[in-house]
């Protein structure tokens, strides 16, 4: 059974910073970061192709988020800097186990067959 643990949630203030870790049993396809805020549907954050070579971003988060995986370590992190108020979700690591979802775009939570169980991170102003 694969199996995603988390870790690196919290509470910041505003303009700090946080990183986030995900620790996976095994090597996978493409990795990525989604949220979810209270009442609102889980959106894409990040996602790191299978060799690393090609990181993704939602618009919201480019420039302040770094999403990055060490395929020896088999792990994927998020270094979320300037966090703002609006970060504040629950955020969720995913990975694509078999790679057969690739016809699905990286973005989309379709693409991911195994989550982890999320982190919370909460920005106060």
């Known amino acids: 059974q694969v199996q995603l643990v988390e870790s690196g949630g919290g509470m910041v203030q505003s303009g700090g910073s946080l990183r986030l870790s995900c620790a996976a049993s095994g090597r996978y396809y493409a990795m990525g970061w989604f949220r979810q805020a209270p009442g609102k549907e889980r959106n894409f954050v990040a996602a790191?192709?299978?060799?690393?070579?090609?990181?993704y971003y939602a618009d919201s988060v480019k420039g302040r988020f770094t999403i990055s995986r060490d395929n020896a370590e088999n792990t994927v992190d998020l270094q979320m800097n300037s966090l703002k108020p609006e970060d504040t979700a629950v955020y969720y690591c995913a990975v694509d186990q078999n790679g057969v979802r690739t016809w699905s775009p990286i973005q989309s939570p379709v693409r991911y067959d195994t989550w982890g169980q999320g982190t919370q991170v909460t920005v106060s102003s």
């Open positions: 790191i192709s299978r060799s690393g070579a090609t990181p």
